[in-house]
């Protein structure tokens, strides 16, 4: 028992509570840092779930928005069809032309108005177009790109106020061209900003979520929700330096997270732009919104790990208290085994004999032990025979001297209170007992509480940050204790969600009916809880939560997760509030629902392949395509080539390794080949996504069923070919009775020359050349069905040898009529069938020889240019000129402007000519200023290999 005791006087008070704090220390660490990383983890989760969230919508966004914009320049081309029919009747009747828009703009989607203008932008028809309004739109930038630009196609407008109706609108507009291909104005569709916006609100994108349509500038369109700032409204071009970033690098689509928005909500967001359009989507999930849950967690395990901590501290300085106890105790064994002396020297507390000096008014040390001097830092053989007041100058002014004149006068042993003595040299807390020896000697008795002080000052702190933290804790807490479990203590938390007060739920048997008023539920929950909670407090643990339906005071009903542990006699009750994650839950499962609906309708799907792990995930529409059971589909990249036509499967797999290792989205129309044996058509689109060392992580795309369009387009294909057939046979048969017919009437007139009078014989002249001229239109129309039928095939070849071939053919006439042709520019390699260029080239120049005023020689000028692999020539005269009016009729078939007295031809020149150039995917248009001042004729084809089509 001396050993043991010996060694725990060793060790001191200050190793032991470093050993001690250290152990707590680091067992507290480590729990932060487990807490941590679980809220780590928590938070990359939820960022993740947001991109994907945004990339699905913004893809389903991009697709509805691509249907709506085809749907409406479909609508547009119905109109402009209308008015070229029109046109080309002879007169536009305004009422059915403004009764058909309306027809059109009733059928199409989000379309406020369609109107026309004329080639100086004046509004002519149209929805509410007043004609004595004489609105013009001359200066709007879409008007001038499509004058401008022939080639434009579709237009889409900036953000504007729509002059007709002062509504805010973007525009879709076609160009609308006479037969030369001249600008003659343009049919615009308006769609109402609002119309976006609404579409925009229809996704769910929580409370602070935004969704926003931008133009190739960035500038912003639409937006929902609308917001008051100015940086937010349409035309505003404030953006992200994110998403600026990424479209000035050419990314058309793509995710990040950014604060840096107008309205300083930190969002994650994914851009899209639509196909060829100038038009950036994007949609936004706020962080606030996202991360609540995560959030909401994050504060659970900061609370679970605060009353853990402090559980920890609590513990510790039991066991610090204890092992004191412990120390004093040992000292005490050890004192009472020495003399007298030895007890003196070697008492825990400290012991200071006196002697009184002037009849018990002074006092001066006698003695002073160990313990005494390790309190008071001075060593007795300093202080014996001193005055009490020359070491403790403070003693005086704390009180204890005049309890040192009191028992020395009365005898009478006193406590002196616990007070805190300092000086100059010393501070601390003191407890004195003084009593008087039977020699006369005042003894005083004193420990240093200092240290117990201190411990109980930091437990009052912790009890006080303890109520702190569970006033002010998003859990609700029911703290019970005893047999009946009364309620000791529930928090402000507790009180805002369930309405209840301590009064109102004393035990917890008062809260069991209150909470689950439905018997059935209520004995369901019970059963459930009352075995957690046995378990719990028979090994002192905390519970796995229990998720349960709470009725509160006043009758709503919330989704709550209950939590549960035992310490000591108390049981810690803690709820966490799911209501509003389970009705996000709910609301993701409802918009999965309408997206897998709008899926169906429109026969597309969508897909995405984990490179990481190589699994494979098909929406519902992907599997009614491929006509495959989800449950038999073995979910990979090798089973998806498996339900590839065989024919197609090499082209679909290397068009989507090209695009691993070119970064780079593709598409590509295939094959599918059902159980059935049926083949069907899809149209599929594929964009991969890298991390930041290029690594590619996942790919993602959609699918849709265009096996009608296929069929369609064959269908079309084969007319066109039937077409043509039955042109060349037919112009082929009846060149054989016209011959003969010809044939005929020379052995008759050459017969019956001596036999007819002047009339007779006009009539056989007019016979004979009517019979020449329908075997020269034969002849035309033979050569128009030969072109890519019955001519030389493309191949590469210079461009200058067919001119100079038709130049050959055409050295008589121009030698007769004394024209000069003029040869400028570059004359590249084109890819082209050699006899059509020839032909094309004759027919041009050969027209330019030929229509020119009498006595005038021709000057025909040939220029070639070359620019962006387009090869442009331009076939220029000073001759007779054409009447603008009348140029839309120019290249139609049997098309004649002058009277046949006095130019010969049939008519079909200028027919066969864009029908060569349209051969090689080109176009050819006639530029005039009028008649009496020349002509130009222009054709434009590619250099390259072309589709070819007829």
């Known amino acids: 028992m001396k050993r043991v005791s010996g060694q725990v006087l060793k060790m001191t008070t200050r190793d032991f509570l470093l050993r001690l704090l250290a152990g707590v220390t680091v067992f507290n660490l480590f729990t932060i840092g487990l807490a941590s990383w679980t809220i780590q983890q928590q938070y990359a989760l939820h960022h993740e779930q947001a991109e994907t969230g945004t990339q699905n919508l913004v893809l389903a966004l991009q697709s509805e928005l691509q249907g709506q914009i085809r749907a409406n320049e479909m609508a547009l081309f119905a109109v402009q069809d209308e008015l070229y029919r029109q046109r080309a009747g002879g007169r536009v009747n305004a009422t059915a032309l403004n009764a058909y828009i309306e027809q059109v703009r009733a059928r199409a989607q989000g379309i406020d108005a369609i109107r026309i203008t004329d080639a100086h932008g004046t509004l002519l028809y149209g929805t509410d177009v007043k004609l004595a309004a004489r609105i013009s739109l001359a200066d709007r930038p879409h008007f001038i790109r499509l004058r401008d630009h022939a080639d434009a196609g579709l237009v889409i407008s900036k953000p504007q106020i729509s002059r007709a109706n002062n509504k805010a609108v973007i525009v879709l507009a076609l160009r609308l061209a006479r037969g030369d291909g001249s600008f003659n104005g343009m049919v615009f569709a308006a769609i109402p900003l609002t119309h976006l916006t609404g579409i925009f609100s229809g996704l769910d994108i929580g409370e602070h979520g935004m969704v926003a349509m931008r133009d190739d500038e960035l500038a912003m369109v639409a937006r929902f ?43 994650t967001l994914s851009f899209r732009k639509v196909g060829n359009r100038p038009i950036y989507l994007i949609v936004g999930f706020a962080g606030a919104d996202y991360l609540a849950a995560a959030r909401m967690e994050a504060k659970k395990i900061t609370a679970l790990v605060a009353i853990f901590a402090l559980v920890t501290l609590i513990l510790s300085g039991m066991a610090y208290r204890s092992w004191l106890q412990q120390r004093r105790l040992n000292q005490s064994l050890l004192e009472s085994e020495t003399r007298l002396n030895e007890l003196f020297e070697n008492m825990s507390s400290g012991v200071a004999v006196y002697r009184a000096s002037d009849d018990g008014q002074d006092f001066f040390f006698t003695g002073f032990n160990r313990a005494a001097e390790r309190f008071d830092k001075v060593r007795r053989e300093d202080l014996l025979g001193k005055n009490v007041a020359e070491v403790f100058p403070g003693i005086d002014e704390l009180g204890l001297l005049d309890v040192f004149r009191r028992v020395w006068q009365t005898g009478v042993t006193e406590r002196y209170p616990l007070s805190f003595y300092h000086d100059g040299r010393i501070s601390g807390w003191r407890d004195n007992f003084v009593y008087k020896l039977p020699g006369g000697e005042i003894v005083a008795i004193y420990d240093d509480v200092t240290e117990r002080k201190k411990a109980e000052q930091a437990l009052r702190q912790s009890e006080s940050l303890f109520r702190a933290i569970t006033d002010t804790s998003p859990l609700a807490i029911y703290m019970s204790s005893g047999l009946e479990q009364r309620a000791e203590y529930i928090n402000p938390t507790f009180i805002r969600l369930f309405g209840y007060t301590i009064d109102e739920v004393p035990t917890v048997a008062h809260w069991w009916p209150r909470a689950y008023p439905d018997e059935a539920y209520r004995r369901q929950v019970a059963e459930e809880w ?54 996000a839950e709910q609301a993701v499962q409802i918009s999965m629902k309408r997206l897998n609906e709008a899926q169906r309708i429109g026969k597309i799907g969508n897909w995405e392949l984990d490179l990481m792990s190589g699994r494979l995930h098909w929406s519902d529409e992907i599997f009614r395509l491929f006509g495959i059971d989800p449950d038999q589909f073995a979910a990979s990249y090798e089973a998806f080539l498996q339900a590839i036509h065989p024919d197609d499967r090499e082209k679909v797999n290397h068009a989507y390794t090209d695009s691993l290792e070119t970064r780079q989205p593709y598409e590509i129309t295939h094959r599918l080949l059902m159980a059935d044996g049926s083949i069907k058509w899809v149209h599929e689109r594929c964009e991969t996504i890298f991390d930041g060392q290029g690594k590619a992580l996942r790919s993602i795309g959609t699918i849709q069923d265009v096996t009608e369009r296929k069929l369609a387009e064959e269908a079309l294909r084969r007319s066109n070919a039937d077409l043509e057939r039955f042109a060349y046979s037919v112009s082929h048969d009846m060149r054989q009775p016209l011959r003969a017919v010809s044939g005929h009437l020379q052995l008759l007139q050459r017969s019956l020359k001596d036999k007819l009078d002047d009339e007779e014989r006009e009539n056989m002249d007019f016979a004979l050349d009517g019979a020449r001229r329908m075997d020269s239109m034969i002849v035309s129309l033979l050569d128009y069905s030969r072109v890519g039928r019955k001519t030389e095939s493309k191949k590469w070849l210079a461009s200058q040898a067919p001119l100079d071939e038709a130049l050959g053919f055409l050295a008589p006439l121009i030698a007769d009529t004394q024209a000069e042709v003029r040869l400028g520019g570059e004359w590249p390699q084109v890819f082209a069938s050699r006899d059509e260029l020839t032909r094309l080239f004759q027919n041009l120049i050969g027209n330019a020889i030929k229509f020119c005023e009498t006595g005038h020689p021709a000057l025909v000028e040939i220029n070639s240019s070359v620019h962006d692999d387009t090869w442009r020539v331009s076939v220029r005269d000073h001759g007779i000129g054409i009447n603008p009016q009348q140029i839309d009729r120019l290249f139609q078939f049997f098309s004649r402007l002058q009277s046949r007295a006095r130019f010969e031809g049939t008519g079909m020149g200028l027919a066969l000519c864009r029908r060569i150039v349209e051969h090689h995917d080109g176009r050819i248009w006639v530029e005039s200023e009028g008649e009496g001042k020349g002509s130009t004729f222009v054709f434009e084809m590619p250099l390259g290999q072309g589709t070819g089509k007829d």
């Open 530 to 583: 009352q075995r957690r909670v046995s378990q719990a407090i028979e090994t002192h643990s905390q519970i796995e939560p229990v998720e349960v339906v709470v009725t509160c005071k006043d009758g709503s009903r919330k989704n709550i997760s209950w939590g549960f542990i035992s310490i000591g006699e108390q049981n810690w009750a803690f709820g966490l509030d799911l209501t509003e994650r389970k009705q």
């Open 225 to 267: 929700p609308e917001s008051p700032l100015r940086d937010l409204v349409a035309g505003s071009k404030n953006v992200s330096p994110e998403l600026e970033r990424k479209v000035r690098a050419g990314q058309t689509s793509g995710t990040y997270r950014t604060d840096a928005s107008a309205d300083h909500i930190e969002r």
